[in-house]
């Protein structure tokens, strides 16, 4: 490993941006695809050890030719390792020649579901439908999130909603969604409330107090993907 691959230069690059970033990025991309370290490493052509480092280390700051490399192993992009889109929509690659969509059947459906994150709920307004984001959690099959009692998420209680999540994968123009319909309800008992709570895969993003659970029970799943030849 040179001076330069150890990021001898600091621990900050040009812009401000904390080079730790570039570490953390590269092993939520590797987890994201399965990857081992050696894995990628065989793929980069670099050693493990060096994988470890830059992602362990905040202060590491990988050379631009050994960073291209470890872009091309994650299926990636330097820009993306950087955070460069992070704050762009999803799908704003191009669409890859000869794509292919599939569509899922309801245990693929619940199989994605089950990878947790944020998903959108479609929430009735005065204004009109609205879709809000929220971060969800799957428990006994049941899509559970948590808000404020007088919240717009809340008001889907004691109706039939809809909630969708996606992925996006933009180096290789690939991606799904899938699509839950189904009654909502809020949830009430203290016992339920402490089950979720112990079972959720983590607490809503935004600050504040969101003590009301609602769960939503799909009565159907549909989804679709789009793969490329």
Do not use: K
Not at 112 to 125: D, E, I, K, Q, Y
């Amino acid at each position: 490993m040179t001076a330069h691959e150890a990021g001898a230069e600091g621990p900050a690059s040009g812009d401000g941006r904390a080079r730790g970033d570039i570490g953390r990025r590269m092993a939520q991309r590797r987890a994201e695809l399965g990857l081992s370290r050696e894995e990628v490493a065989l793929r980069a052509g670099t050693a493990p050890g060096y994988l470890e480092y830059l992602e362990e280390r905040p202060s590491a700051a990988p050379g631009s030719g050994a960073l291209l490399r470890i872009a091309h192993a994650l299926e990636t992009t330097v820009a993306a390792l950087h955070g460069g889109v992070s704050d762009l929509p999803p799908g704003t690659g191009r669409a890859a020649a000869g794509a292919v969509l599939h569509e899922l059947d309801p245990a693929e459906c619940r199989e994605l579901l089950g990878t947790h994150g944020v998903g959108r709920l479609v929430t009735a307004t005065a204004e009109g439908p609205a879709i809000v984001p929220v971060n969800y959690s799957v428990v006994e099959g049941d899509i559970v999130f948590r808000t404020a009692p007088d919240a717009g998420p809340a008001g889907v209680a004691g109706t039939d909603t809809a909630f969708e999540v996606d992925r996006i994968d933009d180096a290789l123009s690939e991606g799904w969604s899938v699509l839950v319909r189904g009654p909502a309800r809020r949830v009430t008992g203290e016992d339920e409330e402490r089950r979720l709570a112990e079972q959720a895969y983590s607490r809503p993003w935004p600050p504040g107090e969101r003590p009301l659970w609602v769960r939503i029970t799909p009565r159907h799943l549909t989804g679709r993907r789009v793969a490329s030849r």
